[in-house]
Nanobody
Framework: QVQLVESGGGLVQPGGSLRLSCALS????????MAWYRQGSGDQRELVVR???????DYADSVRGRFTISRDIRKGTVFLQMNNLKPEDTAVYYC???????????WGQGTQVTVSE
């Protein structure tokens, strides 16, 4: 069973940076497309960025140029580098893994990111 453990959230001032990490265990990392979603208070969960098993990326317009997804295949970890953070980036950020074989999705527990003075 796939498990995802996120870390790296916190409180940061506007214009600041944070780096989120998500470690996958219980299966082979290379079998999964990975993604970061976020959900603000009262909002629906939305896709932030996705990286396919072969490295193709797809960013939401709202974060393109400020956020960067990367991965360490050997460590089974995906990262989200967030720069020039804005108050509207405040949300719970969730790591997502989708099997490229079955399409089954798994979710992390979420990590809070708060951008405020």
């Amino acid at each position: 069973q796939v498990q995802l453990v996120e870390s790296g959230g916190g409180l940061v001032q506007p214009g600041g940076s944070l780096r989120l990490s998500c470690a996958l265990s219980g299966s082979r990392f290379g079998l999964y497309h990975m993604a970061w979603y976020r959900q603000g208070s009262g909002d629906q969960r939305e896709l932030v960025v996705r990286i396919t098993d072969d490295g193709r990326t797809d960013y939401a317009d709202s974060v393109r140029g400020r956020f960067t997804i990367s991965r360490d295949i050997r460590k089974g970890t995906v990262f989200l580098q967030m720069n020039n953070l804005k108050p509207e980036d405040t949300a719970v950020y969730y790591c997502n893994a989708q099997s490229r074989i079955t399409g089954t999705q798994s979710w992390g527990q979420g990590t809070q990111v708060t951008v405020s003075e």
